[in-house]
């Protein structure tokens, strides 16, 4: 089964693991005025007395982290020398120079939108019908509500 993502809606971003999870989606979309990148590896830790990062294991999460963008870029047939930047120089970009750079597929404006667009479309094997397609929302849990205002308030 074909995957597809879709950033949305404007205003939303696909910064850090969601770059990596749109570039190797077989589609990748995104809504107008919405952004992908910033990439880089960070360390996660419970304030100034967390274990530090030496420098060493920094360089080799870099590269393993722009290694592994590389490989899912050029496997979709994306941008990947923008791929590696988003990772190695934390580059950021708006989905409307995104689809110019080859790292998205298209912009649609909604999910109607974007169905219509993927419509006809064939990935590998699979000719897409989407034109009537039933969308069903998935709403979070509370759990997952609570996690979201406390990671990303």
Known sequence: ??????????????GSAGAFS????DIAAMAPNTSIGAAHPV??????DAEKTDDVMKKK????ASSFIES??????????WAK????????????KALDLR????????????????????????????????????RMTVRERFFQALWRP
């Open 1 to 14: 089964m074909p995957t597809v993502v879709y950033v949305s809606p404007s205003g939303a971003s696909a």
């Open 22 to 25: 749109t570039l190797a989606a």
């Open 43 to 48: 360390s996660i830790g419970m304030g100034g």
């Open 61 to 64: 999460m870099e590269n393993y």
């Open 72 to 81: 899912i870029a050029g496997r979709r047939h994306r941008n990947v020398e």
């Open 85 to 96: 930047s988003a990772v190695i120089d934390s580059k950021a970009t708006t989905s409307e």
């Open 103 to 138: 790292v998205i597929d298209l912009i649609a404006k909604d999910v109607p939108d974007l169905l219509q667009q993927l419509d006809g479309r064939t990935v590998g094997d699979k000719t897409l019908n989407t034109v009537k397609a039933e969308v069903f929302e998935i």
